[in-house]
């Protein structure tokens, strides 16, 4: 008896296991998809460089293969769960999830004109050019660049910390930088979470438009019945990530966000299609849901036609991103969760304004 509940136990836990890898099959192929088109088409990322991207135990499981003719990465695990990223002009890359690819590569935009200033005759910020690379005398110049250098050293082979750029300001100086063996001060850098600060500085700006109220109801299509618990979730809560949602962050495992970033075509549409937790504005639970929801809203605030060139011209041309690229998902909406890349310079641009309370150029 003890012999047959010990192999039942057994049994289930194996089926449980191979459930749960199944299930993350598509997950790891789409990461591995759409990261290695955008580290290729968009940061330029070599051989080398690619390896240390996936470095990680699911992703050692993961073949996959470049296409450079039509800019696209196609991915699988053992042979299973293939999928396809895409890599267009001013769009980025884009999972093929939901869509077709033949409909995705037909959508149209009104997209950003690239600049063409050559930002090395520009004094920095707006520019790159260092006119006085003195350091200031309160800066200990040794002790910061120990500090800068052992930012690079891999002390923990278990965990390897990989710095690619470091960029020091001082009273809005740029004192001092250093890059990877690979990078430079040119090379474009994914920056996940920090894209949330963009979106937020976008909501920003159309607020001071009077374009928006954070204070309102959130306008998403999908909770306009004001019957729905959801409807009473503001644009503030959204913001502030107290929108009491059902969404898991996790990412080892299949959960809300695994499938919204590797699963979903409309991010948004499947962000606005969780259930309600917490009363909106009493609970503190970080999503990237909320920030994917916050991106269309912006889309339906402005519209098509200048939707998909506002985060170049009312931001990033006004701080001087020039290198900037915004991501967009397979419905169009900027994945305004994870997706930019932007150089190390461009990124410490953008930390600028924060620093300075949404003050730049007197602007």
């Known amino acids: 008896m003890i012999t047959r509940i010990i192999l039942l136990g057994s049994a289930v ?72 990223a895409i890599c267009r002009n001013g769009l980025g890359a884009t ?50 660049e120990n500090a800068i250098n052992n930012m690079f050293i891999e002390k923990y082979s278990n965990n390897l910390i990989r710095t690619r750029a470091i960029v020091v300001l001082y009273d809005g100086k740029l004192i001092a930088e250093k890059y990877a063996s690979g990078f430079s001060k040119n090379s ?26 954070i204070d309102d ?8 019945n004001p019957n729905d618990p959801r409807h009473s979730i503001t ?34 549409a499947f962000a606005a299609s969780r259930t309600l937790k917490f009363k909106p504005g009493t609970h503190w639970y970080y999503t990237s849901g909320n920030t994917n929801l916050l991106s269309r809203i912006i889309r339906h605030t402005i519209g098509e036609n200048e939707y998909h060139s506002f985060p170049y011209r009312k931001l990033f041309s006004k701080l001087g991103m020039n290198s900037f690229i915004m991501e967009v998902d397979a419905s169009g909406t900027f994945v305004g969760s994870s997706y930019s890349w932007g150089t190390a310079r461009d990124w410490t641009r953008f930390g600028l304004l924060y620093l300075n309370n949404g003050y730049y150029n007197n602007e």
């Open 188 to 213: 474009k850098l994914l920056g996940w979470s920090m894209t949330k600060s963009i979106i937020n500085a976008l909501i920003g700006i159309l607020v001071k438009d009077n374009k928006l109220n």
């Open 95 to 144: 999972l093929i999830n939901e869509l077709t690819e033949e409909q995705i590569r037909s959508q149209t935009f009104n997209l950003a004109i690239s600049s063409d200033i050559n930002q090395d005759d520009i004094p920095w910020p707006m520019g790159n050019k260092i006119d006085d690379q003195s350091m200031p005398s309160n800066i200990n110049q040794s002790k910061l």
């Open 235 to 268: 644009l503030k809560n959204l913001l502030q990530q107290t929108s009491g949602l059902d969404f898991i962050e996790n990412y080892h495992t299949k959960s809300d966000v695994t499938q919204m970033l590797y699963q979903s075509g409309d991010m948004a």
């Open 217 to 224: 109801f959130a306008p998403v299509p999908e909770w306009n």
């Open 13 to 84: 836990l194996l089926a449980y296991g191979i459930h749960r890898f199944w299930a993350l099959l598509p997950i790891t192929s789409g990461y591995g998809s759409k990261y290695i088109c955008s580290a290729v088409f968009i940061g330029d990322h070599n051989e080398e460089q690619r390896k240390e991207d996936l470095d990680f135990p699911s992703m050692k499981y993961v073949t996959y293969n470049i296409n450079y003719t039509d800019s696209s990465v196609s991915s699988s695990v053992f042979g299973f769960a293939q999928t396809k």
